[in-house]
């Protein structure tokens, strides 16, 4: 299992910079982190890390091979839940972030549903928000499918935090093999979950990991918060089996990549060596 990075390490720089920052901390691979739709203030006067889905996709793979990086997952983290908006991130930019990975040649969009931002998305019954979540990922992964791209849910929302849940997504949209897992360790506890169970059922889906660890000071959060960017602290020093997700996942043969979302330099290096020391690369 190869170990990559989130490309967002230093706030208020280019992405350009993020790329330079984790190359030379070792890393050899990465993914698109942030990205938005059309131009953004913050990108051409220099202080946000995001490239556009409407960028010209080589443009961006060129840039990741200056710098020696191999581009892992784009991601394109949704609200889901909330009413449809062109304000909104959902699935519009899910579609547009799986056509610049298809012409990239990177074959994992990673998405979630989010939690939800209004009094309406809140006031969903369950069935209601396993449908409405459904129905937006419908044409994004007929799209994913015929581009030879798969999506990915991650654990970051009130539904996708449980096994339970992510199977109902999955049944709803008829579990085909181009829809797929990424297990984020973290996310999945903070909501609730054991990660390691989560690990053995959707062994055969997960193609891709966000590896976090968080402090056992946070046990009285789980349940109440759905995902967070980073973990605060190194891995394997937490409350997070991470060892024993990765004993599940060691040897399932489509996962190739897996991504640190880690704050702190120092932190990424001990949690870089943690999974070497587990056998990742």
């Known amino acids: 299992m190869k170990v990559g990075c989130f490309a967002i390490i230093d706030p208020f720089q280019l992405i350009e910079h993020q790329l330079e920052r984790i190359r030379d901390m070792g890393f050899r691979y990465a993914d698109v982190t942030d990205n938005h739709s059309g131009g953004l203030l913050g990108r051409e006067f220099g202080f946000a890390s995001t490239v556009s889905l409407d960028d010209n996709p080589l443009d961006i793979k060129r840039m990741f091979d200056r710098y020696g990086l191999t581009i892992t997952s784009f991601c394109a983290h949704a609200n889901l839940l909330d009413p449809s908006s062109p304000a909104?991130?959902?699935?519009?930019?899910?579609?547009?972030?799986?056509?610049?990975?298809?012409?990239?040649?990177?074959?994992?969009?990673?998405?979630?549903?989010?939690?939800?931002?209004?009094?309406?998305?809140?006031?969903?019954?369950?069935?209601?928000?396993?449908?409405?979540?459904?129905?937006?990922?419908?044409?994004?992964?007929?799209?994913?499918?015929?581009?030879?791209?798969?999506?990915?849910?991650?654990?970051?929302?009130?539904?996708?935090?449980?096994i339970e849940g992510l199977q109902a997504i999955m049944d709803a949209l008829g579990a085909p093999s181009h829809l797929g897992v990424n297990l984020d360790t973290g996310n999945s506890w903070l909501g609730g979950a054991d990660?390691?169970?989560?690990?053995?059922?959707?062994?055969?889906?997960?193609?891709?990991?966000?590896?976090?660890?968080?402090?056992?000071?946070?046990?009285?959060?789980?349940?109440?918060?759905?995902?967070?960017?980073?973990?605060?602290?190194?891995?394997?020093?937490?409350?997070?089996?991470?060892?024993?997700?990765?004993?599940?996942?060691?040897?399932?043969?489509?996962?190739?990549?897996?991504?640190?979302?880690?704050?702190?330099?120092?932190?990424?290096?001990?949690?870089?060596?943690?999974?070497?020391?587990?056998?990742?690369?």
């Open 88 to 162: 909104r991130y959902a699935t519009n930019e899910i579609m547009k972030a799986v056509r610049q990975a298809a012409a990239m040649g990177v074959k994992h969009v990673i998405t979630t549903e989010g939690d939800p931002k209004s009094a309406w998305g809140h006031n969903l019954t369950y069935s209601q928000k396993v449908f409405i979540t459904a129905e937006k990922l419908y044409e994004p992964l007929r799209l994913a499918g015929d581009l030879g791209v798969s999506i990915l849910l991650e654990p970051h929302g009130v539904l996708t935090d449980s």
């Open 195 to 281: 990660p390691v169970e989560m690990a053995r059922v959707f062994k055969d889906k997960i193609m891709h990991i966000h590896w976090k660890d968080l402090p056992a000071d946070w046990e009285s959060r789980r349940g109440t918060m759905y995902g967070c960017g980073f973990g605060p602290i190194a891995l394997g020093e937490g409350a997070i089996d991470i060892a024993g997700v990765y004993d599940v996942l060691k040897d399932a043969p489509q996962l190739e990549y897996s991504t640190l979302e880690v704050g702190g330099e120092d932190n990424m290096r001990k949690s870089y060596a943690y999974l070497k020391s587990l056998g990742a690369e």
